[in-house]
């Protein structure tokens, strides 16, 4: 997380286009997109906390400040 970008980079190769969600820790869809490759996210409308994310079934978590 850079200053109000999340900067979404994949430890597998992502030749084609692959489903991002994140969600607040309620389970709520806060944020959804498409990626390719390595991509950019702005969270600046978000507020502070810790949310979880899914790539492409894959799970994780990020903390916005």
């Known amino acids: ?3 109000s970008e999340m900067c979404i980079e994949t430890e ?3 030749t084609s286009a692959c489903s991002f969600s994140l969600y607040s820790l ?3 869809q806060v944020m959804s997109a498409t ?3 390595r991509g950019t996210l702005s ?3 978000l507020p502070k906390g810790v949310y979880v994310y899914t ?3 894959k799970a994780g978590k990020v903390l916005v400040k």
């Open 1 to 3: 997380l850079v200053g």
């Open 12 to 14: 597998y190769d992502v």
């Open 35 to 37: 990626l390719e490759g």
């Open 55 to 57: 790539l492409d079934g």
């Open 43 to 45: 969270v600046a409308g």
């Open 26 to 28: 309620i389970g709520t």
